[in-house]
């Protein structure tokens, strides 16, 4: 057990019972007012232990702070930014956290009334894990270590700079966002206010795993007009909708869809097909790290869009696409140190760097794109957004000591 265990144990357990379940069926901001009560605990939190500058929005639920320089020269500032919500796939409500302690590799028995087992045959990553310590849930809810490990690491960071002020850094910036879960994108995260130029977001998954790189990324909506009569007399003049919503998808790669693909492979996946013989929608999402064939994939959509129109007269098929974010590394790249002094600070800390093109997005490809270089550290959970979640209270610890390791690197380049 070192110096940090117990604190960041018990953060985690104690905003795990705080229910801030973002939503997709919401127009408010944030999507959930729950998501305020983890915003308040935070916001008091920092004024306890000793943060400057700490505010809390309540427009738009986003929580600052700051720890001052203790320099006497100027030095790179470090921002810190993780989200507050959790995910609307599993249930958040009622949380009911628990360690257990020196893992030996077993099956977990997480609701023995319910008969719910975590068995390592479906989650062998539980072998990585055996000799540590583990937060569970009870195998009813989420556990919300997706995002709350990465609050908990920042917070047991900032509490122990602030009650050492021996230790030399430059101001250490904070803020903790709403609704990342449901495409937020730290969208009104105030970038003046927050108060450093680059920052690191901390979320996503095992340990030492670190991403500058993410998924290009776009919504598509098809919308097919058909035209019904009485199918007796159909012939010639009935336009079914369905079918040339069908014929729309098989027209796609049939093998560029999510579960074909991994690494740096894009794909083209279908959210929703509805439709009747006169309306049909598709709801699709296209996916590719390189912003070439990400073109290219809205491309094929449209040229798929004209060639229904020309068959079946056009403005039959509409095909509608917005942008939702793009990959971070065309900006992140500009600034070679952020990732640099990264992967140092983790290996500093005896874990060997791990990086892959994230196959997703963070808030950090947004806020690139919104002028902070925002590359993305891993929280250390595992089985986020499912009652299966849990949270090694050991990666919690290396956090905060890559996070501090972090600071000394940053106070002291030039």
């Not at 490990?149 to 047991?156: E, F, G, K, V, W």
Request: hydrophobic fraction near 35%; include cysteine.
């Amino acid at each position: 057990m070192t110096q940090f265990y117990e604190q960041v144990r018990d953060r985690l357990i104690r905003y795990a019972k705080v229910d801030t379940q973002s939503s997709n069926h919401s127009d408010t901001v944030p999507t959930t007012m729950k998501q305020f009560d983890l915003a308040r605990m935070l916001e008091a939190e920092l004024k306890e232990i000793g943060a400057s500058d700490v505010w809390l929005d309540e427009k738009c639920c986003v929580v600052y702070g700051k720890i001052p320089s203790n320099m006497d020269h100027e030095v790179k500032a470090l921002g810190l930014v993780a989200h507050m919500d959790t995910a609307p796939d599993a249930s958040g409500t009622d949380v009911k956290p628990w360690v257990l302690e020196n893992y030996q590799g077993q099956d977990i028995v997480l609701n023995e009334a319910q008969q719910i087992v975590m068995k390592v045959s479906d989650f062998p990553n539980l072998n990585n894990y055996i000799g540590q310590d583990l937060v569970l849930t009870d195998g009813t809810t989420l556990l919300g270590g997706d995002d709350k490990a990465s609050i908990s690491a920042i917070m047991t960071m900032a509490e122990y700079l602030i009650a050492h002020p021996e230790i030399p850094h430059g101001d250490i910036c904070l803020a903790f966002t709403p609704d990342e879960e449901v495409g937020g994108l730290a969208r009104d995260l105030d970038l003046q206010r927050f108060g450093s130029p680059t920052a690191y977001t901390l979320d996503g998954d095992y340990l030492g795993y670190y991403e500058d790189e993410t998924f290009n990324a776009s919504a598509a909506k098809v919308t097919i007009t058909g035209r019904s009569v009485h199918t007796g007399t159909a012939k010639g003049i009935m336009i079914n909708s369905v079918d040339i919503g069908a014929e729309f998808m098989g027209m796609l790669p049939a093998f560029e869809k999510p579960q074909f693909t991994d690494g740096r492979e894009g794909f083209y996946h279908v959210v929703s097909f509805n439709g009747s013989c006169e309306h049909t929608e598709l709801s699709m999402i296209i996916r590719d790290h390189s912003a070439v064939e990400f073109e290219n994939r809205e491309n094929y959509l449209r040229k798929i869009t004209d060639e229904l129109n020309r068959k079946y007269g056009e403005g039959i098929v509409t095909l509608e696409i917005k942008e939702t974010y793009r990959s971070m590394k065309e900006v992140v790249d500009q600034v070679p140190w952020l990732v640099e002094y990264l992967v140092q600070a983790i290996r500093d800390c005896g874990v060997e760097p791990q990086n892959l093109a994230f196959r997703g997005g963070t808030d950090g490809s947004a806020l690139s794109h919104r002028g902070l270089p925002c590359p993305n550290l891993s929280a250390g959970y595992e089985n986020a957004h499912g009652r299966f979640e849990y949270v090694p209270i050991q990666s919690m610890e290396k956090n905060v000591e890559i996070l501090l390791r972090l600071v000394e690197i940053y106070a002291s380049a030039l």
